[in-house]
Nanobody
Framework: QVQLEESGGGLVQAGGPLRLSCVAS????????VGWFRQIPGNERLFVGV????????YFVAAVKGRFPISKDNAENTVYLQMNNLKPEDTAVYYC????????????????WGQGTRVTVSS
């Protein structure tokens, strides 16, 4: 069973950057697509972006496209979500997840999830 752990969340001012990390144990990221989702308490978990198993392709929701690149270090079994030019509306708990769907944009495309890391963007 793959276990995922996110880190890197925190409080940041609008316009600033944060880099989230997702580390896998019990499995290799080279075998999975890795997605990032975010959730505001009380709301549904929403797709942010995904990187394919071979790291050739990424896909993002329009709200973050161009601001949140995703990279993958298979040797370190780590995926990064680099969040640039953060906005207050980016405030949420961010989750990474792995699956075999490819470019999956729905929670049902993913099998294993981390516990999340909180990001708060102040205006």
């Amino acid at each position: 069973q793959v276990q995922l752990e996110e880190s890197g969340g925190g409080l940041v001012q609008a316009g600033g950057p944060l880099r989230l990390s997702c580390v896998a144990s019990g499995g290799s990221f080279s075998a999975y697509a890795v997605g990032w989702f975010r959730q505001i308490p009380g709301n549904e978990r929403l797709f942010v972006g995904v990187i394919t198993d071979d790291a050739v392709r990424t896909y993002f929701v329009a709200a973050v496209k161009g601001r949140f690149p995703i990279s993958k270090d298979n040797a370190e079994n780590t995926v990064y979500l680099q969040m640039n030019n953060l906005k207050p509306e980016d405030t949420a708990v961010y989750y990474c997840a792995v699956g075999n769907y490819g470019v999956g944009t729905h929670i049902y495309h993913y099998e294993y999830w981390g516990q999340g890391t909180r990001v708060t963007v102040s205006s």
